[in-house]
């Protein structure tokens, strides 16, 4: 197999507070080929989010990147590269999308002018020059009358125009990839779908590969090839999308599949997953999962789970691995005995 | 500079007047020469002509030494405004920087930064300046200027360093970070815009501070020198004969009175307005 575009080993991300330690990403692995879009989904907590800005390099004091964390993109190792180098490499060679389309762009600037200051950044191009290609950018991301538009503010702009407009600043350098971070959630429905259609059509026309940070399950389905899912700060199964969505192996996996509310499903209770992400400087021992876990047993109490290999590309952090038929004695998690014990 | 809001909040009569007088102000202490009807060092008949009433030939008197009081108020002026303007420029310039370094930087240059600050801030600006300028004896006004605008930037480091913390924390900012711009850049283009409505309440508060304490200094006697004229030292001379002659001393001490207050309303004013308005002009 051909070497991947990027390929994150054991990044840890810690946070050190008065708190004590947040270990908000714990050993995470995972790498993303050219040209293709991988998913990575979690609750909020789960430290999706600071794997993706510690990427870039964009983590600030408290937190740091732990020694021993590789992050290799095209043969280097931007953990341990100079700030120099990974200014080259930020907008350039790797771009990010931000959730908030209103306040990801600076309400003082035309938004032509916030697009055209990425080439005036990596390729010291000409005033004149960067505009004109701004302007390109903008007419490609779909923006109707795209000159009028570069020379208006982001207030003037609906939030899918605002989210084009900062795709068309991810793409600007023709990136070869693209970090996304829930690049859908603050806008409507329609819009929605309308903005991952226009993100599958660049990625085809460019060749981009995409990392697609989401919570949002229905965003996976709709563009991605493979899955990753974290909880805790760590990855907790890994997929091609049909397998992770056909049979799902962890325990958490199958929660997440099963919140998401279905039309014309037969009215019921929504299945939620009980109990919330623990905070990253207390994870539980053993499985990080056990207390939330309907499966949980002794040896998921004390005995980490390492990610075993449970099929062809599909790996899962999970004992269940070892010990299938416990699947078959679903029982009520900790956290909800708990409850009931403090009633 | 680029197109911001609209300044929204109407305007009210005290900013009226408060901008018209600084505005006039402005206008006389520039067109002194030929505004003020006598030469301010001029003593032409220092017995004759010592301590007159306010009358036709000097509308706000003479001083002991048969100076015409309303030339040297308006000379005066050139004198105390420009130590305001130019020390006010200096320490605006200074404590924006450092705010800038400190809060954009974060962490512990921060810390580092801000605890020299506090220092700084702990010995009182008074006494500070009054020992650098009587150690030095009389100092020229290039010098004083120097040593006011030298000691006046440390709250406005403090505020704007605030405002800086707060400001990189934007996701704009993150998202500048992430297109790869240099530190420079950010700081330059998304960060200083959002300190500008605090500094420039600063810039205007610490300029009426300013030439109270030059007019404070002048009156001690270790400010602008005799016989050149600032407000401050005009009402030093004055205070010698106040029972005899008050106007000596009462008409420059109404400009300085009403500068201040003009220009404190006027930070007011700023500090009301939506951020951003200042950049209008």
Redesign the interface.
Known sequence: MTEPLLSVENLRTYFHTRDGVARAVDGVSLQVNRGETVGLVGESGSGKSVTALSMLRLIRHPGRIEQGSRIVFEGKDLATASEEEMRKIRGNRIAMIFQEPMTALNPVFTVGDQVAEVARIHERASRRAAWRKAVEMLALTGIPSPEARARDYPHQLSGGMRQRVLIAMALMMRPELIIADEPTTALDVTIQAQILELLRDLQQRFGTAILMITHDLGVIAETCSRVIVMYGGEVVEQAPTNVLFAAPHHPYTEGLLRAIPRVGAIRERLAVIPGTVPPPTHWPDGCRFHDRCPYSWERTEHEHPPLYQVGEGHFSRCHLAEEPERRNQPHTPLVARRRVDAA | M???PRITAPANAGVVVALGFLSLLLLAAVAAPWLAPHDPLAQPDIVGARLAPPGAAHPFGTDAFSRDVLSRVLYGARISLAVGVLATALSVTLGTAYGLVAGYA???LDTVLMRILDGFLAIPRVLLVLVLVSASGSLPLPALILVLGLTGWFHVARLVRAEALVARK???V?????????GW?IVS??IL?NVLTPAAVAAVLGFANTIVLEAGLSYLGVGVQPPAPSWGNIMLEGTEQLRTAWWVALFPGIVLFATVVSVNTLAERIRSGPT?AI?LR
């Open positions: 680029r197109i911001v974060g962490g512990m934007l996701d704009y993150t998202a500048a970070r992430a297109l790869g711009a240099s850049r283009r998304h815009p951003g950049l």
